[in-house]
């Protein structure tokens, strides 16, 4: 009888939210929450209402699992923006369908504005001495910025006769919830998903390909390439760069550009093999974007559903490049100041921001002058050195607990390099340089690689196919941190 007991409560508690274990797509227990999952939807996705309901009760499982009660604020968000849609596209008058939008934009983002920045306001009024308030030290539910900026698309599209709103709720829950793409994004647009809701599913083997090719490239990215760099070296620089020469330190920032390029687009690409595997399309996230040789190509290449919600939803409605050149320059620093923000309550992320905002202000200028936007080689190889510099010169703030640490990075870069410590930095992190090194090489591969391996998997048989799958698990395993390395937009 004990030993049954015993078994009880240690399936309940591997069934119910644990705050140190959050269901991630890199924990143990998700893949046998997906196997369950994919097990039954074999069996339910050719009938359509059976199939939304059991993706959607899923989906509220897994969104439990990853932050506990917190899964009531997506119901919430769901009820309130599904109504306030439909009342925007009924309204027959500008001024009322004005007032309905104000009221969406006003409740999602204030609901975000209170668990993710009321602490950093309140920061700020105690230290310019205006009030002596004690912090909420609120926990900020897990994907809020992402289903908000979904709800926010999604009312103002509505708003603006782009899109009709779905008459179901379920629907609109649906898409809202959709697991795969829930914690961490992509930011999903409804005017691309809610028409695949209730359409016929066929899944090929071209979808197959493509999802397994996105799922376990994904993982080796997040596993073995982005745990493996920061938990080895990236975090001991990080953690207290003062203790560390200027080669170190620019190897940390160097380690760091890929820690986070795999960390996020790895598991984007999951979300993106799950949803495909399922058969749902979600638009690629991330291109390669070290590849860029400009500022305003790497927005095009990174994180592309933010950057695209950032220019449909807040550059154009400041006004866009319509209000001359200034202005558009202006607009374009106050979107990545906001974008920054987004990130997170902390002056580093709005500097992080500026940066970029100015950036992207110059590259524009400097493409309408002719003669310094030439179509050479030479010159897409300069500038992809320099567009990937630049970058790391802002990741350092994005990544460093202070503008302190930031400050101390770039100190010990330019005034204590100290070239000769490269020897005992080998021998003490040789495997961790060689990891980098790989990482950056198949960054570098051309797209037609990935082209060729989908084409190669989809003439796999299934066993084959299973096999791979299996052997692949095997490896991470193998490789995997002893601790669960939390993903690093987890916190945004």
Not at 189 to 204: G, L, N, V, Y
Not at 221 to 233: E, F
Not at 344 to 369: P, Q, T
């Amino acid at each position: 009888m004990f030993e049954l007991h015993f078994d009880i409560d240690k399936l309940i508690s591997q069934l119910t939210y644990n705050a140190k274990d959050p269901l991630l797509f890199n924990s143990g227990f998700f893949l046998f929450f997906f196997c369950i999952f994919l097990l039954g939807y074999q069996f339910l996705y050719k009938r359509k209402l059976t199939r939304v309901v059991y993706f959607t009760l899923f989906s509220l499982y897994f969104f439990y699992k990853a932050c506990g009660f917190y899964f009531g604020f997506i119901l919430l968000s769901a009820v309130v923006d599904f109504n306030l849609s439909n009342w925007i596209y009924t309204a027959k008058t500008k001024g009322r369908k004005n007032a309905i939008l104000i009221f969406s934009i006003a409740i999602n983002l204030g609901l975000l504005f209170y668990f993710k920045y009321t602490d950093f306001f309140i920061e700020i009024i105690n230290d310019l001495k205006l009030g002596n308030i004690k912090p909420l030290n609120l926990i900020l539910p897990i994907g809020i910025s992402f289903y908000t900026f979904e709800n926010l698309s999604y009312t103002i599209d509505v708003y603006r006769g782009k899109f009709k709103p779905v008459s179901s709720f379920l629907d609109y829950c649906f898409f809202l919830s959709f697991f795969p793409k829930l914690v961490m994004g992509p930011i999903v647009r409804a005017s691309d998903f809610i028409p695949q809701i209730r359409k016929d599913i066929h899944i090929t083997k071209e979808d197959i390909a493509k999802g397994l090719y996105l799922i376990l490239g994904g993982l080796f990215k997040k596993v073995v390439i982005s745990d493996y760099i920061y938990v080895n070296y990236v975090q001991y620089i990080f953690d207290d760069p003062a203790r560390h020469s200027g080669i170190e330190c620019l190897l940390g920032v160097y380690g760091y550009a890929m820690v986070i390029y795999c960390d996020f687009s790895g598991y984007s690409d999951m979300a993106i093999g799950m949803a495909r595997w399922m058969g749902f399309t979600i638009n690629e996230n991330f291109d390669s974007p070290y590849q860029s040789s400009s500022i305003t190509e790497f927005w095009r290449r990174w994180h592309m559903s933010l950057s695209s919600w950032l220019k449909d939803y807040l550059y154009i409605s400041l006004g866009g490049n319509r209000v001359g050149k200034f202005r558009q320059y202006l607009n374009l620093m106050i979107t990545m100041i906001l974008g920054g923000l987004w990130h997170g309550a902390h002056f580093n992320f709005i500097v992080w921001g500026l940066m970029h905002g100015l950036a992207l202000a110059f590259d524009k200028m400097r493409m309408s002058i002719k003669f310094l936007n030439p179509k050479s080689t030479i010159f897409k190889v300069v500038g992809v050195i320099i567009t990937f510099h630049f970058v790391c010169f802002c990741w350092i703030f994005f990544k460093a607990s202070s503008f302190q640490d930031a400050q101390t990075i770039l100190v010990q870069i330019f005034t204590n390099f100290n070239g000769s410590a490269w020897k005992p930095m080998l021998n003490a992190y040789g495997i961790v340089f060689v990891v980098m090194l790989f990482g950056y090489i198949i960054h570098f591969f051309p797209k037609s690689y990935e082209s060729l391996s989908v084409n190669v998997l989809s003439k796999v048989t299934l066993v084959g196919r299973i096999a791979i799958m299996l052997i692949f698990i095997w490896i991470i395993i193998q490789v995997k941190q002893a601790d669960q390395v939390m993903p690093i937009y987890l916190q945004f």
